[in-house]
C-alpha cells in the first residue's frame, strides 16, 4: 500500500527528500533529468513532486494541503453606531462593444470611448458622478471593465470590487460569451445583477429574445416572474439612461449600504502604474475610513506615504471617504491590483508590516518556486522547442499581466513565448541593452520608447512594436511564433513506373525504362524503388524520355525511360517499381 505523506501546496526538495527517505541528491538529479535545475532549498509543488515520485518508481502519495486564497470582497455594510449611508460601487460588464463605455460616457457627460484604443477599455476605469435623485444629489461609483477576452482577470477583479454588476447586453446581439464570463463573475463574486439592454434604437433589437436568453441563464426578469431587472436603454440618444440611474439607486438602497467615515482608511487597489514625476501610482477605493494626504499606507509588500491625492479626473483632494476611488502617489513600488490596503501608524510601522507580507509570500512558494505545468513542459517538449524571446512593458499593473498571461496562452509544443523581462512604465536603456544581448522583442502596450532611446534601437536594429489595442499585438505575437514554426511537409504521390530494363548504371546515375502502370510522371520529382514491396532507396528523377524525345510528363499506360540521379552507386532490377512524388514544404500558422 502507497505511503501517504501531507505536504503543503510547496514544499523543498530537500525537506520532500527526507520525507521520501532518499538522498536529496537522487531528487535533485531526476528533476535535472526532467529538464529542471533546482537546488536542494528551491521550492516545487505538490503536483511536480507526484510526478517525480511515480517517475522515481516510490509507492508514496503526496496530500496537498490546500491553500485557499480568498478573493477581495466589499464589506458592504458597516454594523458600527457611527456609520453612514455610503454611496454605491457599481461595475459595468459585458462583451466588447456592446455599448458599456458608451453608456458610461452618457450617464457622465464625457467621452472616453472615442478616445480608448479600437473602441475597448483597456483596463479598469473607475470615476464617481452626481445624480439629481428625487430626494436630492446622489454620489454614485462607477468601474469600467474591460471587455476584450484578453482581460478576463480584470473582469473579475472589477466584479469583487462592487455593490452590483449592471450587465450591458446589446438588444440587437444578444448575450454573448463575455457577457455569460459577466454573469458568472458576478455570481461568483456574489453581488447582484441588474440587465440594461442596450442599442434599443438600432433596427433588430428585441428585448423579448434577450429576456428569453436571460432565463436560459436562470436570471428570469422580473415581469416574467422572476428578480432580474431588465431595463432598456440607448446610450446613443439618452433614452432610459435617467430610469436606469434611479434603479440603481433604489436596488442599492435596498442593500443598505454603510460605512464609517472617521479614522484610518481600509479599501483595496483598484490599479497601478508608473506615473512620470511621481513614480509607482495607484487607483484605491477606500472601503473604510478616510485616506488623508500624508498617511502611511500598507498594500501587501508595498507601501506609501500618500504624497498627493487625486481623483480620476486629475482634481487634487485632500482626503477620501468611503466608495470613493482616488489615485494615490508615494508608493516605493507599484502594488498589485487587488491587494488590499489599509493605513497604519507611521513609517515604521508601514516598513515592517511590507516586509513581513514579503516574506510571507516567499514562504507561501508565490515569489518562486517550480510547477507541475514547467515539469510536465520540459518532460513532454524536445530539445528542438521554438522559443521567442520578448520584453513586455505595459501602462498599468493590471495591463501587464493580462498581456504577459495572454501571451503565454499562444504557447505550443512547438514554439513557446519566454518573457525575458517585464515592467509597467516606458521602455528604458537598460530594456533595450537587454534585448540586443537576446535577440528579445520589445512589446509595449500604452507605453512610449524615449526619443534617447530611439536611435539606439535604431542603431542595434531591435525590433521595437508598441500597440495601444492588446488583440492587435498578440496578433503580432502570434505571427512571429508562426514563423518559428517548422514548415509542414507536403507529399503528393504522381505515379508509378514497373522497370522493363535496365540501360545504364553509374555511381552517380541509373538509366532504366519501363511502363507507366498507374498516375501520371512528371519531373523533377522525388523517387522511391520498391523490391519485393520493400523499399530500398529513395532518390531524384531529374529526366524522363518517350521514344528519341525529352519530356516533361508520361501518362499512364505509356512507355519510357528514367534518368534517376544517386549518391552512390545503386543497383536497379528489371521487376523493381518506381513511385514517383513530389516533396513540398509549406509555411505553418498557429
Request: hydrophobic share 40%; glycine share 8%.
Amino acid at each position: 500500500m502507497a505511503k501517504e505523506i501531507q505536504i503543503d501546496s510547496m514544499i523543498t526538495v530537500g525537506t520532500l527528500a527526507e520525507k521520501l527517505d532518499i538522498p536529496a541528491t537522487k531528487l535533485i538529479g531526476e528533476l535535472f533529468k526532467n529538464g529542471m535545475m533546482v537546488t536542494v532549498n528551491e521550492k516545487i509543488d505538490a503536483d511536480t513532486a507526484q510526478i517525480i515520485i511515480d517517475e522515481l518508481g516510490l509507492e508514496a502519495t503526496l496530500v496537498a494541503k490546500s491553500e485557499e486564497v480568498e478573493a477581495p470582497k466589499r464589506q458592504k455594510t458597516s454594523d458600527d453606531p457611527n456609520a453612514k449611508t455610503r454611496p454605491p460601487v457599481i461595475a459595468v460588464m459585458g462583451h466588447v462593444d456592446h455599448g458599456k463605455t458608451s453608456l458610461l460616457d452618457r450617464i457622465r457627460n464625457a467621452s472616453v470611448a472615442a478616445g480608448e484604443s479600437g473602441g475597448i477599455t483597456q483596463h479598469i476605469s473607475a470615476y464617481q458622478i452626481t445624480h439629481k435623485a428625487s430626494d436630492g444629489d446622489r454620489v454614485i461609483t462607477f468601474l469600467d471593465t474591460p471587455g476584450h477576452e484578453a482581460f478576463a482577470a480584470l473582469r473579475e477583479h472589477g466584479a469583487y470590487l462592487t455593490d452590483l454588476v449592471v450587465i450591458v447586453v446589446a438588444a440587437d446581439d444578444g448575450i454573448k460569451p463575455q457577457t455569460l464570463e459577466a454573469i458568472r463573475f458576478a455570481r461568483k463574486a456574489g453581488v447582484k445583477m441588474l440587465v440594461a439592454a442596450n442599442k434599443m434604437d438600432k433596427e433588430g433589437a428585441d428585448i423579448n429574445r434577450l429576456k428569453q436568453q436571460l432565463a436560459e441563464q436562470e436570471l428570469l426578469p422580473e415581469d416574467w416572474g422572476g428578480d432580474t431587472v431588465v431595463m432598456p436603454v440607448s446610450a446613443k440618444t439618452g433614452d432610459g439612461v435617467n430610469e436606469l440611474i434611479d434603479m440603481i439607486l433604489l436596488m442599492a438602497d435596498v442593500e443598505g449600504l454603510r460605512a464609517v467615515e472617521s479614522g484610518p482608511a481600509t479599501g483595496l487597489v483598484i490599479e497601478s502604474h508608473m506615473e512620470q514625476g511621481k513614480g509607482p501610482t495607484a487607483v484605491v477605493l477606500v472601503e473604510q475610513g478616510t485616506l488623508k494626504q500624508g498617511d502611511f499606507v500598507v498594500a501587501g509588500d508595498v507601501y506609501a506615504k500618500v504624497r498627493t491625492l487625486n481623483t480620476p479626473e486629475g482634481k487634487s483632494v485632500g482626503e477620501a471617504g468611503p466608495s470613493t476611488p482616488v489615485i494615490v502617489s508615494g508608493f516605493k513600488a507599484l502594488p498589485e491590483f487587488g491587494t488590499p490596503f489599509d493605513v497604519v501608524a507611521n513609517e515604521k510601522e508601514a516598513r515592517s508590516r511590507a516586509e513581513e507580507a514579503s516574506k510571507s509570500q516567499d514562504a507561501r512558494g508565490k515569489l518562486s518556486g517550480a510547477s507541475a505545468g514547467d515539469l510536465l513542459k520540459a518532460m513532454s517538449r524536445t530539445n528542438e522547442l521554438q522559443e521567442l524571446n520578448v520584453i513586455v512593458k505595459a501602462d498599468v499593473q493590471g495591463s501587464l499581466t493580462s498581456v504577459v498571461d495572454s501571451l503565454k496562452t499562444l504557447n505550443t509544443e512547438e514554439v513557446a513565448i519566454k518573457v525575458i523581462g517585464s515592467g509597467v512604465g516606458s521602455f528604458t536603456e537598460n530594456d533595450l541593452y537587454l534585448a540586443s544581448t537576446s535577440g528579445a522583442i520589445l512589446y509595449g502596450f500604452h507605453v512610449d520608447l524615449p526619443s534617447g532611446l530611439r536611435q539606439l534601437a535604431a542603431r542595434d536594429n531591435l525590433k521595437v512594436r508598441i500597440y495601444k489595442v492588446i488583440y492587435e499585438l498578440l496578433d503580432d505575437a502570434k505571427n512571429e511564433l508562426s514563423a518559428l514554426l517548422a514548415p509542414e511537409v507536403v507529399i503528393t504521390d504522381l505515379g508509378r513506373l514497373k522497370v522493363k530494363q535496365v540501360f545504364k548504371t553509374t555511381r552517380t546515375e541509373v538509366i532504366c525504362g519501363g511502363e507507366v502502370t498507374k498516375g501520371n510522371l512528371a519531373v523533377p520529382s522525388n523517387v522511391k524503388i520498391y523490391r519485393d514491396k520493400e523499399e530500398i532507396a529513395d532518390v531524384e528523377a531529374v529526366r524522363l524520355q518517350r521514344g528519341p524525345q525529352e519530356v516533361k510528363e508520361v501518362m499512364e499506360g505509356e512507355l519510357c525511360g528514367v534518368s534517376l540521379k544517386t549518391e552512390s552507386k545503386l543497383e536497379i532490377l528489371e521487376g523493381d517499381t518506381l513511385e514517383f512524388y513530389t516533396k513540398e514544404l509549406k509555411e505553418r500558422t498557429l
